[in-house]
């Protein structure tokens, strides 16, 4: 059982940064599929990044292309989302996951198995 542990998101201004953690907790990250999720106010949840640590590259939704990056540490067994030029649009709550699959990382929810608590993440101008 994979264990998903994420640190508080925070508040942050238009145009600024912020990067999200994800720890993981009960099996390593190395070869894990990772996403990071979002679900905005009133509507459903979206990944927004994706990434299964080989030679295919990681995905991104086109709406944070360019601003997003997911990485990870392997020593920390922490995955991240740095967030840069963020927009009003970008106030969610943020959750990582986990995928006990293989293959290409996939942008689909039920592709993953494991979910943190969700943090939220609020951009204001």
């Known amino acids: 059982q994979v264990q998903l542990v994420e640190p508080g998101g925070g508040l942050v201004q238009t145009g600024g940064s912020l990067r999200l953690s994800c720890e993981a907790s009960?099996?390593?990250?190395?070869?894990?599929?990772m996403g990071w999720f979002r679900k905005p106010p009133g509507k459903e949840r979206g990944c927004v990044a994706a990434?299964?640590?080989?030679?295919?590259?990681?995905n991104y939704a086109d709406s944070v292309k360019g601003r997003f990056t997911i990485s990870r540490d392997n020593a920390k067994n922490t995955v991240y989302l740095q967030m840069d030029s963020l927009k009003l649009e970008d106030t969610a709550i943020y959750y990582c996951?986990?995928?006990?699959?293989?293959?290409?990382?996939?942008?689909?929810?039920?592709?993953?198995?494991?979910w943190g608590q969700g943090t939220q993440v609020t951009v204001a101008s």
């Open positions: 996951a986990a995928s006990s699959s293989v293959g290409p990382p996939k942008m689909t929810r039920r592709f993953y198995d494991y």
């Open positions: 990434s299964n640590w080989s030679s295919d590259p990681p």
């Open positions: 009960g099996r390593t990250f190395i070869g894990i599929p």
